[in-house]
């Protein structure tokens, strides 16, 4: 942790500045490598901070958070927002995107929109089509086809290497912190497989679907009807993974930009919603090689 907090906050704010200057002059390399040093400084220093996971203390959080961005004048439209989800979370509920649409911000000075911006920036006069989009997350990033498909080939296959030779008494014991055991781990894999199988299925069968928002994160610890053992919860895992790959490969290249409606995240084609659980899987490896260890 940096002690000297307002050497921090000046050099952040100078790694910024400087990056907008660089992009002025054309220098996209150098100004790339500015912001990645801002995000890295930003996720160094936030990475020792111990956040609740529980919703209501969490939401306690987005609280507390909100007011302080107030304080620094924020964007009253975003506030608002950021009050209203954390209502739903509050209320064990996910924030649909009604609630907290995407936000844009004006990569000149700052400015932050909740509507898709038509006109240009009220402060700077930027263009509207330079506001950066701020989506839910990196996995929207949506993978091509074929890269799409092997890595969900392939997470299985990781986590057979993690978990062989593991007993069953090994999978099922908490972690240190109280949280997920491998089994609770491997059984949120499972859910989220059985949800993306569905939505395929949905985009298979209608043009456009409505995408139902699932907190698959609450199941993970639901043991009702599931396999008897970890081992049987990653077969059942992979054999349905096996299925989803095969409807996967009969689908046309036109077939991945078909679009449906998220009730979380808005638009989104097949593309993106594969993308998005490959790339999901992807967060849990490095926590069943934690645990393993």
Same mark, same amino acid.
């Given at each position: 942790m940096i002690d000297d907090t307002t050497q921090w906050t000046d %050099? #952040?704010?100078? #790694? /910024?500045a400087l990056a907008a200057r660089l992009e002025g002059e054309g220098q996209y390399n150098l100004a790339k490598l500015m912001r990645a040093a801002a995000d890295s400084l930003c996720r160094r220093e936030s990475y020792p901070l111990e956040i609740p996971s529980d919703p209501e203390r969490l939401a306690v959080e987005v609280q507390r958070a909100t007011e302080a961005l107030s304080r620094l004048n924020m964007s009253a439209e975003l506030l608002a927002a950021s009050r209203q989800g954390a209502a739903f979370m509050a209320q064990g509920k996910l924030s649909p995107i009604t609630a907290t649409p995407h936000p844009y911000v004006c990569? $000149?000075? $700052?400015?932050?929109? #909740? %509507?898709p911006p038509a006109e240009p920036c009220p402060i700077c006069g930027a263009f509207a089509e330079t506001f950066q989009k701020f989506m839910p997350n990196y996995w929207f990033d949506a993978l091509q086809p074929e890269a799409a498909r092997e890595r969900l080939r392939q997470t299985p296959l990781v986590v057979e290497q993690l978990i062989a030779g593991l007993s069953d008494e090994a999978m099922n014991q908490a972690a240190p912190d109280g949280g997920w055991a491998i089994r609770?781990? =491997?059984?949120? =894999?499972?859910?989220?497989q059985g949800v993306l199988d569905f939505r395929v299925d949905l985009f298979l069968q209608e043009a456009h679907p409505v995408l139902e928002s699932k907190a698959v994160f609450a199941w993970a610890k639901n043991e009702a009807e599931r396999p008897p053992s970890p081992r049987a919860i990653f077969e059942s895992y992979c054999a349905a993974r096996a299925e989803t790959l095969r409807k996967l490969e009969? /689908?046309?290249p036109a077939d991945w930009e078909r679009v449906g409606y998220h009730e979380e995240f808005g638009a989104?084609? =097949?593309?993106q919603q594969v993308s998005y659980f %490959? %790339?999901?899987? $992807?967060?849990?490896l490095a926590q069943i090689r934690a645990l393993c260890g």
């Open positions: %050099a #952040l704010i100078h #790694l /910024f990569r $000149g000075c $700052g400015h932050v929109t #909740l %509507a609770n781990t =491997l059984s949120h =894999l499972r859910d989220a009969s /689908f046309a989104v084609t =097949l593309r %490959a %790339a999901h899987e $992807g967060t849990h």
